[in-house]
């Protein structure tokens, strides 16, 4: 079978995600942060869009990839064609993500409140137990603080569902 195989940029926008206005970006500094991917602790979650841009499939801790040395290389062609999508045009997302606060894939939080204004979540958790909360987000807090720069993160609510997040306080 004959493939036509286009690569093309797509502002994660367009496929539903949260970014930046131009005026927040407009106020950041530019920086390289350093960081790897790290196979102990970070994963991928992968996203399959059709032509009309909506998500059609999505694996939470996709495990198809390679790590040489520090170099992650990634295969859209054969993960499309694993997952039976061979025909048609897709187009395919990856989110590189580090858990936080002593969450995994398997062992996620939820959302117990909503402030009246919705600014503010309180998280809950019936897999994490309360001592690994608690040193998980003393971790991330200190993080915060030590960095040169005013760093913010994303709390994933899964199929494409990131939200930025730049603040955390403990109850």
Same mark, same amino acid.
Not at 17 to 31: A, K, M, P, V
Not at 32 to 53: H, Q
Not at 137 to 159: C, K, S, V
């Given at each position: 079978?004959?493939?036509?195989?286009?690569?093309?940029?797509?502002p994660?926008?367009?496929?539903?995600?949260?970014?930046?206005?131009?005026?927040d970006?407009?106020?950041?500094?530019?920086?390289?942060?350093?960081?790897?991917?790290?196979?102990?602790?970070?994963?991928?979650?992968?996203?399959?869009?059709?032509?009309?841009? #909506?998500?059609?499939?999505?694996?939470?801790?996709?495990?198809?990839?390679?790590?040489?040395d520090?170099?992650?290389?990634i295969?859209?062609? #054969?993960d499309?064609?694993?997952?039976?999508?061979?025909?048609?045009?897709?187009?395919?997302l990856?989110?590189?993500?580090?858990?936080?606060l002593?969450?995994?894939?398997?062992?996620?939080?939820y959302i117990?409140?909503?402030?009246?204004?919705?600014?503010?979540i309180?998280?809950?958790?019936?897999?994490i137990?309360?001592?690994?909360?608690?040193?998980?987000?003393?971790?991330?807090?200190?993080?915060?603080?030590?960095?040169?720069?005013?760093?913010?993160f994303?709390?994933?609510?899964?199929?494409?569902?990131?939200?930025?997040?730049?603040?955390?306080?403990?109850?």
């Amino acid at each position: 079978m004959n493939k036509n195989i286009y690569i093309e940029d797509i502002p994660s926008i367009e496929l539903g995600g949260q970014l930046y206005t131009s005026e927040d970006t407009s106020l950041i500094s530019s920086f390289e942060t350093g960081s790897n991917f790290n196979p102990d602790k970070d994963y991928i979650e992968y996203l399959v869009f059709n032509g009309n841009k #909506q998500v059609v499939d999505t694996v939470s801790n996709l495990g198809t990839y390679i790590l040489y040395d520090n170099d992650l290389n990634i295969f859209p062609e #054969q993960d499309l064609d694993d997952r039976g999508y061979n025909q048609g045009q897709y187009y395919t997302l990856y989110h590189f993500l580090t858990p936080l606060l002593s969450s995994s894939v398997d062992s996620p939080y939820y959302i117990s409140e909503i402030s009246s204004d919705r600014t503010e979540i309180r998280l809950a958790s019936t897999d994490i137990i309360a001592n690994d909360i608690l040193t998980g987000a003393e971790a991330l807090i200190n993080n915060l603080e030590t960095l040169p720069y005013y760093e913010d993160f994303f709390l994933n609510f899964g199929a494409n569902n990131l939200i930025i997040a730049n603040n955390i306080l403990i109850d």
